[in-house]
């Protein structure tokens, strides 16, 4: 199983990105999912996740700017961002509660992506 990230870039202040987390492998199902970030010199923090059933929770900096969402048949997430500022720089990661044929549920993390909000 892989979970792989993509859409980060570099964008100017109130612009917006939209990333996307493709699981990929023996997937029986995915439970829940979410997105982490972490900038230069801070912990890893909480963006927001979403629940199979599509229930989804955010972080506080992150309501009413983002939006998180799945497709369950394509096994992708995504994280609609708009109204980006420079305090929004990080790399955004992806992870996934991931079942495979045989196996327990496992969480899985992606390799992160980097997202640049410039002023």
């Known amino acids: 199983v892989q979970v792989m990230e993509s859409g980060g870039g570099s964008v100017q202040s109130g612009g917006s990105l939209r990333l996307s987390c493709v699981a990929s492998?023996?997937?029986?199902?995915?439970?829940?999912m979410g997105w982490y970030r972490q900038s230069p010199g801070n912990q890893r923090e909480r963006v927001a996740s979403i629940a199979k059933e599509g229930r989804a929770t955010y972080a506080h900096f992150a309501e009413g700017r983002f939006t998180i969402s799945r497709d369950d048949a394509k096994n992708t997430m995504y994280l609609q961002m708009n109204t980006l500022h420079p305090g929004d720089t990080a790399v955004y990661y992806c992870?996934?509660?991931?079942?495979?044929?045989?196996?327990?549920?496992?969480?899985?993390w992606g390799q992160g992506t980097q997202v640049t909000v410039s002023s």
């Open positions: 992870y996934a509660d991931i079942t495979e044929q045989g196996y327990r549920p496992y969480q899985y």
């Open positions: 492998g023996s997937i029986v199902s995915i439970a829940d």
